[in-house]
């Protein structure tokens, strides 16, 4: 069983996906905390419904960086947490941070990673009039929003779509894929070789997609 923190700043709808999971039988992970930077975060509530221990660990509470995260990384070895899952943890850890943690960090962020790091993705994706957008579950890495990835859901962008509802069916794929990415590392499947996360007995899907469908004959 592989104890699991999980770091939140907002509404915790992953966080929600986590726990739900975690609540099915068999499943190889725990969440052994949940631990906010903002006090206000809606998330922490869905944690104490499903009595899970909570912290929070206030940014601004710190002179800097390093301070807090040194009450972060305390608060996790409070709570014997093995692994982390970052479920809209909106602070940029330290290298330092991460180094301690090697391997041993998730991140979900919605976007087909490498394009659209950072914030405000799917208006970005729509301006760019890319087809495809989606979400990635990725091991961290010191830059943002970089890592070894575990999976990707992919979805065409309608271009009625505007940012939210295109956020909402992304958000839909990230609580398929966060839960599941979990569950191959809880269970050992996942083996990280330089940038790449190398799945044992994955099954991958043979046909491409294209967007617009193609205008029939
Ligand atoms: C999610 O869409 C997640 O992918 C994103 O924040 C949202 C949190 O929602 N994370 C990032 O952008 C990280 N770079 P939630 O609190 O409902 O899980």
Not at 27 to 54: E, Q, S
Request: hydrophobic fraction near 45%.
């Amino acid at each position: 069983m592989l104890d699991v923190a999980v770091l939140i700043s907002g509404r915790g709808s992953n966080l929600q996906a986590l726990i739900d999971a975690c609540a099915e039988e068999g499943f190889p992970a725990r969440i052994v905390a949940v631990i906010a930077n903002n006090p206000g975060a809606g998330g922490l509530d869905k944690a104490k419904v499903a009595n899970i221990p909570t912290s929070v660990v206030n940014h601004r509470d710190f002179e800097d960086r390093e301070a807090f995260e040194n009450a972060l990384d305390a608060e996790l070895k409070k709570y014997k947490a093995k692994f982390i899952c970052l479920a809209g943890f909106m602070r940029l850890l330290d290298a330092r941070f991460v180094n301690r943690w090697k391997d041993r960090i998730l991140n979900i962020h919605p976007s087909l990673l490498p394009s659209f790091k950072g914030l405000h993705t799917q208006e970005r994706a729509l301006e760019s009039g890319v087809r495809f957008t989606g979400c990635t579950v990725h091991i961290v890495r010191p830059e943002m929003d970089d890592g070894p990835i575990i999976l990707q859901a992919a979805l065409a962008v309608d271009p009625e779509d505007d940012a939210d509802s295109l956020s909402n069916k992304v958000l839909e794929l990230e609580h398929l894929i966060y839960p599941e990415s979990l569950k191959l590392i809880a269970l050992g499947r996942v083996r990280i070789s330089g940038n790449r996360a190398i799945i044992e007995e994955a099954d991958y899907p043979k046909k491409g997609l294209i967007s617009p469908d193609l205008i029939p004959k």
